[in-house]
């Protein structure tokens, strides 16, 4: 007799609306030094990822690639040892080492297992100590980041990506630099060293750990963190005055060549700390932010302008923006721009229908649920909060207007911030 009860594959499965989401907070303790080190103990192997993340607080607009490369370069090589070294040690333990770099941070993760734990710290913290970017290497990273640059200036959305930034914030701010190959060639050993001592010190280190933890982590950690060896003397400001140029422009950049028309249309935007940032976020997942989503289903599906088209927000410490991205043959661009500004019209005169709204608010908590699962998730959600200043009352809130926003306030909001004469728009390619 079988027991088992087979799946009806015919029917879909019922719908479970998701009502209610708790995101595990992270532990916090402090080394000796003050470094805070945020923890998530949830895994079930004996793993951890560390991450050390020092904030970016100085950006000369003569050298925008120093901290970039001093962070990329970190590991090819101290007093002591050679980048191969580094590597063959790391390798050796099994373990993996990467560098991050975004527009407020930079960051270095260490992936291993717990056992190895007391050998791959001294290696860490021999880097923010002692890097001294070789020469041999800095010149291999300059040969090989002017290489990739020349390829990607032949493509028509790099090209788009770079110049739309540069729109917004300008060429004096990090937010918005636009970088040349002269950039990378300039770059010196001895500056990157001197940005070392002065920015990977402990008084601008946060320090963050989510796996199955050891019991003797923080001693760890302070032993080989912890100490005030690393500080600089220097006072720097942690504000790089964001100035926004003028937003409501038309841009037109010829690509000769191109078979293909990249377009970004965008504003500057509140960021993420905004009380009006989630009700944004639904709004936005409407016109581009999923693959149902107004823009997709017009410009791909419909009129087949394009193979992808979408929408979103970026917050960052100091700015914010909004803006739609896609490419299309360079026959169609004036067609694709009319569409675009009729699907955000649409939204600025006519309420979402209730049953569209169901669906991008399902599939927001959705992704909601998919970034809590697992410890390393459930840390990225902490380091979030940490970043931009928030605390776990963010997500409260977050959720509470995923639940509640009605079609009347997204209508508002959309007449309120996508007013016809506010975007910046840029086309790269032909038209």
Do not use: M, W
């Given at each position: 007799m079988n027991l088992m009860t087979s799946p009806d594959r015919t029917l879909a499965p019922d719908f479970r609306p998701i009502t209610k989401l708790d995101v595990q907070k992270a532990g916090q303790v402090k080394l000796t030094n003050g470094i805070p080190v945020y923890t998530v103990n949830a895994g079930f192997q004996d793993l951890v990822r560390i991450e050390w993340l020092f904030r970016l607080r100085?950006?000369?607009?003569?050298?925008?690639?120093?901290?970039?490369?001093?962070?990329?370069?970190?590991?090819?090589?101290?007093?002591?040892?050679?980048?191969?070294?580094?590597?063959?040690?790391?390798d050796y333990f099994g373990a993996f080492l990467?560098?991050?770099?975004?527009?407020?941070?930079?960051?270095?993760?260490?992936?291993?297992?717990?056992?190895h734990l007391p050998k791959m710290?001294?290696?860490?913290?021999?880097?923010?100590?002692?890097?001294?970017?070789?020469?041999?290497?800095?010149?291999i990273y300059k040969q090989n980041q002017v290489q990739r640059l020349?390829?990607?200036?032949?493509?028509?959305?790099?090209?788009?990506?770079?110049?739309?930034?540069?729109?917004?914030?300008?060429?004096?701010?990090?937010?918005?630099?636009?970088?040349?190959?002269?950039?990378?060639?300039?770059?010196?050993?001895?500056?990157?060293?001197?940005?070392?001592?002065?920015?990977?010190?402990?008084?601008?280190?946060?320090?963050?750990?989510?796996?199955k933890l050891p019991a003797d982590l923080e001693k760890l950690l302070d032993q080989h963190f912890g100490d005030s060896d690393w500080k600089t003397s220097e006072s720097m400001s942690e504000s790089r005055g964001v100035t926004m140029l003028d937003p409501t422009q038309k841009h037109y950049q010829e690509k000769p060549g191109a078979i293909q028309s990249a377009i970004r249309i965008g504003k500057p935007l509140f960021r993420r700390s905004d009380p009006e940032y989630p009700a944004m976020s639904v709004l936005n997942t409407v016109l581009g932010g999923y693959f149902g989503s107004r823009l997709m289903s017009n410009i791909r599906e419909d009129k087949g302008y394009t193979y992808g088209i979408g929408s979103a927000l970026v917050s960052m410490k100091e700015a914010g923006y909004f803006f739609i991205s896609t490419e299309v043959g360079a026959d169609v661009t004036e067609a694709a721009l009319k569409e675009i500004y009729f699907e955000i019209d649409r939204l600025c005169n006519d309420p979402v229908p209730e049953s569209e709204l169901a669906m991008v608010r399902n599939f927001l908590l959705g992704n909601f649920l998919?970034?809590?699962?697992?410890?390393?998730?459930?840390?990225?959600?902490?380091?979030?909060?940490?970043?931009n200043g928030l605390d776990y009352d963010y997500y409260t809130h977050y959720i509470k207007v995923l639940q509640s926003v009605t079609p009347a306030e997204l209508l508002e909001l959309a007449r309120r911030v996508w007013k016809p004469d506010s975007f910046t728009e840029l086309v790269v390619g032909k038209r």
């Open positions: 100085s950006f000369d607009p003569q050298r925008p690639l120093l901290q970039n490369a001093a962070n990329r370069l970190l590991q090819e090589g101290t007093s002591k040892k050679s980048a191969q070294e580094i590597a063959d040690q790391i990467e560098t991050e770099e975004g527009p407020d941070t930079v960051s270095i993760v260490l992936y291993t297992l717990n056992k710290l001294p290696i860490v913290r021999e880097l923010f100590a002692d890097a001294v970017y070789p020469e041999h290497e800095l010149g020349t390829v990607e200036n032949e493509k028509v959305q790099s090209l788009a990506r770079r110049r739309f930034l540069q729109l917004l914030f300008g060429q004096a701010h990090p937010y918005g630099f636009y970088v040349s190959a002269e950039h990378y060639l300039q770059l010196d050993r001895e500056e990157l060293e001197a940005y070392r001592r002065r920015h990977y010190t402990n008084d601008n280190c946060t320090i963050f750990v989510a796996g998919k970034g809590i699962d697992g410890p390393f998730a459930l840390l990225d959600r902490s380091k979030t909060l940490v970043v």
